[in-house]
């Protein structure tokens, strides 16, 4: 028997993929969409979102993304695996992005810079607004990228921006920008994910337990308090801990996960490691 059967689900309640369908939208998540939301809306050109490792950004990026309605707008995701790239390189990966599938790493970046926008242009004329979130947006610790970014941001055409850009990364993000007066100056919108608390934990196990299709959870108001105090609420880590605990207990015939277990399961994956007293 493996814990789906034991536990009465249907799929995996705490993977690791970033699956839209477990979006748990607690008040500081919904207050983040709304701000990030009416920026892109109103294209003002550069919102931020910044937050610690593991607090549900690329979530919230994918949930915004999902939301905007594909006739009104040419949106994309991009994920720079690299921080340290060429303009080029930089360039051309995100005019394929936005579906400028001529755009060669090897052109110069003024060209790379003409191609997009005359793309833009089109778009605009079809009606479509650009968006573009720039997932672990690392790539902005570069100088020289930053510039080239600058310039993206000043695309236009009869006076009406062509393209809004929503920077996610971690707290480093906001160095990048101070580095820069000139691009911090831009940043037109910015918000903060932080854990969860432990109510909102709580919540959190009980949403994804239901997604799944878990009637009865296998996790007491106690084990929840446990799970957030050994993991300060941070929602990556959560699953983590509780993906494990599922399999713990099944292992163990038990149908309700202790706190001891938890703690248990906490050690074994090194989670103390990662909040030193």
Same mark, same amino acid.
């Given at each position: 028997?493996?814990?789906l059967?034991?536990y009465?689900?249907?799929?995996?309640p705490?993977?690791? +993929?970033?699956? =839209?369908?477990?979006?748990?939208?607690?008040?500081?998540?919904a207050?983040?969409r709304?701000?990030?939301?009416?920026? !892109?809306?109103?294209m003002? *050109?550069? /919102?931020?979102? #910044? *937050?610690?490792?593991g607090?549900?950004?690329?979530?919230? /990026?994918?949930?915004?993304?999902s939301?905007?309605?594909?006739h =009104?707008?040419?949106?994309a995701?991009v994920?720079? !695996?690299?921080?340290?790239?060429?303009?080029? !390189?930089?360039?051309?990966?995100?005019a394929?992005?936005?579906? #400028?599938?001529? /755009? %060669?790493?090897a052109?110069?970046?003024?060209?790379?810079?003409?191609?997009?926008?005359?793309?833009l242009?089109v778009?605009?004329e079809?009606?479509?607004?650009? !968006?573009?979130?720039l997932?672990?947006? *690392?790539v902005? +610790?570069?100088r020289?990228?930053?510039?080239?970014?600058?310039? @993206?941001?000043?695309l =236009?055409?009869?006076?009406?921006? @062509?393209?809004?850009?929503?920077?996610?990364?971690?707290?480093?993000l906001? %160095?990048?920008?101070?580095?820069?007066?000139?691009?911090?100056?831009? #940043?037109?919108?910015?918000?903060?994910?932080?854990?969860?608390?432990?109510?909102?934990?709580?919540?959190?196990?009980e949403?994804?337990?239901?997604?799944? *299709?878990?009637?009865?959870?296998?996790?007491?108001?106690?084990?929840?308090?446990?799970i957030?105090? @050994? #993991?300060?609420g941070?929602?990556?880590?959560?699953?983590?801990?509780?993906?494990?605990?599922?399999?713990?207990?099944?292992?163990?015939?038990?149908?309700v996960v202790?706190?001891?277990?938890?703690?248990?399961?906490?050690? +074994?994956?090194?989670i103390?490691?990662?909040?030193?007293?």
């Open positions: 028997m493996d814990y059967e034991l009465g689900l249907s799929e995996e705490f993977g690791p +993929a970033l699956s =839209e369908r477990f979006y748990f939208e607690s008040p500081q998540h207050a983040a709304i701000r990030l939301t009416h920026a !892109v809306c109103t003002k *050109g550069l /919102a931020v979102l #910044v *937050g610690d490792l607090t549900g950004k690329s979530m919230l /990026a994918r949930r915004l993304l939301d905007l309605p594909e =009104e707008y040419r949106a995701l994920v720079f !695996v690299h921080a340290h790239l060429s303009p080029s !390189v930089f360039l051309s990966r995100l394929r992005c936005l579906g #400028v599938p001529e /755009a %060669d790493s052109a110069p970046p003024e060209d790379l810079l003409d191609q997009l926008l005359m793309h242009m778009e605009r079809a009606g479509r607004r650009a !968006v573009v979130l997932d672990e947006a *690392g902005l +610790a570069d020289e990228l930053r510039r080239q970014f600058r310039g @993206l941001l000043s =236009e055409h009869d006076g009406e921006r @062509l393209i809004t850009f929503v920077v996610v990364g971690t707290p480093e906001d %160095d990048y920008l101070r580095a820069d007066p000139a691009l911090l100056q831009r #940043v037109a919108c910015r918000t903060t994910l932080f854990a969860l608390e432990s109510q909102g934990t709580r919540e959190y196990i949403h994804r337990l239901r997604i799944a *299709g878990c009637n009865v959870t296998p996790f007491p108001a106690e084990t929840c308090e446990c957030h105090g @050994l #993991v300060h941070i929602p990556r880590l959560i699953n983590n801990l509780c993906d494990n605990l599922l399999l713990e207990g099944c292992l163990s015939g038990r149908a202790s706190p001891q277990m938890a703690e248990e399961a906490a050690a +074994a994956l090194g103390p490691a990662l909040f030193p007293a």
